[in-house]
């Protein structure tokens, strides 16, 4: 029988659902910026991003805000189950964070600018929670998909760090690894773009009130 010892425990791949084969669903395009929400295939000139924040769908709204991002999606990644529902991955047993898939043009907005505006928004020193989301689907993460993001991913959190450090608020727990060790699903359509469907829905990011720390 299956069992955790509490929500913030990862499952090992042996442990985890087994998923299913393709996905179930059909997604179209994307209610803001009428883009396709699918992007397998990134435009010429493009870049792809992939981060897990807590609630993803506040994290989705802040990104598709910002200039220069083309389209953005709401998902899965960093766990063992191939194409799960969301039900699944809040049980705990997929391994998967909620993450959201930001596809960008690099010559607007940096893979840098991106990075921080990510730790400014969220709380990465939580471990397997963000606020009072608690579970390993919340789990704060990087997944790079070009060695120079991972370069530029790993620098700014070093750099984030000692600024936590500085004013003794705790040391940052994000995820970083590439996104080809861990294959990024589509959620469900009611998820993506939820807030625009529903925009007095739940929230959980804001400006944490640590800025990042100038890099120049």
Not at 95 to 113: C, K, L, M, N, Q
């Amino acid at each position: 029988m299956f069992g955790l010892s509490k929500k913030t425990d990862l499952v090992t791949a042996d442990e985890a659902l087994p998923g299913r084969e393709t996905q179930p669903w059909q997604l179209g395009e994307h209610l803001v910026l009428k883009t396709p929400v699918v992007t397998d295939e990134v435009p010429d000139g493009h870049e792809a991003a992939i981060f897990g924040l807590g609630c993803f769908w506040g994290a989705e709204e802040i990104f598709w805000q910002l200039p220069g991002v083309w389209s953005t999606s709401a998902g899965y990644a960093g766990g063992h189950s191939t194409h799960p529902t969301y039900d699944e991955v809040c049980s705990g047993r997929t391994g998967h964070t909620e993450a959201i898939r930001v596809v960008f043009d690099p010559s607007v907005v940096s893979y840098a600018d991106l990075v921080k505006r990510f730790f400014e928004v969220h709380d990465p020193t939580q471990g397997m929670r963000q606020g009072n989301d608690v579970g390993t689907q919340y789990r704060s993460a990087i997944y790079w998909t070009t060695p120079e993001q991972e370069q530029t991913a790993r620098e700014l959190t070093k750099v984030y760090g000692d600024e936590l450090a500085r004013r003794r608020l705790g040391e940052i727990t994000t995820e970083i690894r590439a996104a080809s060790e861990t294959p990024y699903y589509y959620a469900e359509d009611p998820h993506q773009q939820y807030l625009a469907k529903n925009p007095f829905g739940y929230r959980c990011h804001a400006n944490t009130g640590v800025k990042f720390p100038a890099t120049d």
